[in-house]
């Protein structure tokens, strides 16, 4: 037997499936290296709102899109996928507010929110990989909260399966969330993050948040705490705005005692 061919042979064929790993490889979900779990967020499907927490105390929300198609997982379905994700991967670091994205890659252009006759995805994308069997299929349905220039329609169920922001507010929570955050969307109301469970988010609740950088983006200044760590069940979320200085007409949630 000819050893030095063979010898040569297993060399061809590893340097071969060496080259060829990038490759198969490219479909599949970054894993290794540190995940920050420091700020996670909540999808609410019937509110169309995103709630976010730091350390499990509810920092801000936002208003969003779900599919116009209702929930599901199915491929093919256009529907937004239920259940427990994380933060896979971040695209867009450093682009423009406006920029466009096609197949994940900024195309050059920018566009204005609710530019007429255009509904592209902008300005940043977060690509979720879903944690359990009923959204197993969330990556390769390239399931993202992204912009969008429709931002008219933020607030009613108007996407094709993704979580639409708009763009200002993706770029904030793009800007504070990391690799491996966790997000959950959930059929039913937010929680509101307080000690009280039975406390849930008014249906147009906004948290105006003044923030001198992005790292300030969800804390009080004054003593560099969340918002939201000093409620109790007998102290009222409109006290605690109204001590800090931030406008509370829309308010409605009422003390409990």
Not at 126 to 131: A, C, I, K, T, Y
Not at 151 to 169: L, Q, T, V
Request: aromatic share 10%.
């Amino acid at each position: 037997m000819n050893t030095n061919k063979y010898s040569w042979l297993s060399a061809t064929c590893y340097l071969v499936i060496a080259a060829c790993l990038p490759f198969l490889c490219s479909c599949t979900v970054k894993t290794g290296g540190f995940k920050d779990s420091s700020y996670s967020m909540e999808v609410s499907v019937p509110q169309q709102k995103m709630a976010v927490y730091n350390q499990g105390k509810m920092v801000k929300t936002y208003s969003v899109s779900t599919s116009k198609f209702g929930i599901g997982d199915q491929k093919g379905s256009y529907k937004t996928p239920l259940g427990k994700f994380e933060v896979a991967e971040k695209i867009g670091t450093g682009k423009p507010f406006g920029a466009v994205f096609k197949s994940r890659k900024w195309t050059g252009e920018v566009i204005k929110p609710n530019a007429p006759g255009r509904d592209p995805i902008v300005s940043r994308i977060l690509w979720l990989h879903g944690l359990e069997p009923k959204n197993k299929n969330a990556y390769s349905r390239c399931i993202y909260i992204h912009g969008t220039a429709a931002e008219k329609d933020i607030g009613k169920k108007s996407s094709y399966g993704c979580i639409r922001m708009k763009s200002r507010d993706i770029i904030e929570l793009y800007d504070n969330v990391a690799w491996g955050s966790p997000v959950e969307i959930v059929n039913r109301k937010l929680w509101s993050g307080i000690d009280n469970p039975e406390t849930q988010l008014n249906e147009d609740l906004t948290i105006p948040i003044a923030a001198q950088s992005p790292g300030d983006i969800f804390r009080n200044q004054d003593d560099n705490k969340p918002l939201w760590s000093e409620l109790t069940p007998d102290q009222a979320a409109r006290e605690i705005l109204d001590r800090e200085g931030f406008e509370v007409s829309y308010f409605t949630i009422e003390p409990i005692y």
